[in-house]
């Protein structure tokens, strides 16, 4: 059963950095491209960033280009978000999600119970 645990979120004023971290079990790691989704209150789950298996293969949404990198640890079976000069357009939950989707469908895939990031001043 897959199972993904994140963690890290909080409260942050715009301009400040916080790093998420989602803890994988239940699969195989390794082999799976991993993925951050968003998801802002009213608003439908949005696409934040994807990393295939082997780090090569690294896509943003146009939003959080420049300010967020993705990365994983293979060896933890961790995914990593590091977000810098948060926006307050930044404050959702934030979701890992386990697999290969369309934007469209990232809804479908596996994900833990996320983490809530505020921005706010």
């Known amino acids: 059963e897959v199972h993904l645990m994140e963690s890290g979120g909080g409260l942050v004023l715009p301009g400040g950095s916080l790093k998420l971290s989602c803890v994988a079990s239940g699969f195989l790691f390794v082999s799976y491209n991993m993925n951050w989704v968003r998801q802002a209150p009213g608003k439908e789950l949005e696409w934040v960033s994807t990393?295939?298996?082997?780090?090569?293969?690294?896509y943003y949404a146009d939003s959080v280009k420049g300010r967020f990198t993705i990365s994983r640890d293979n060896d933890k079976n961790t995914l990593y978000l590091q977000m810098n000069n948060l926006k307050i357009e930044d404050t959702a939950v934030y979701y890992c999600?386990?697999?290969?989707?369309?934007?469209?469908?990232?809804?479908?895939?596996?994900r833990g119970q996320g983490t809530q990031v505020t921005v706010s001043s």
């Open positions: 999600a386990a697999g290969s989707a369309t934007k469209a469908q990232m809804s479908s895939l596996p």
């Open positions: 990393i295939n298996s082997g780090s090569n293969r690294i």
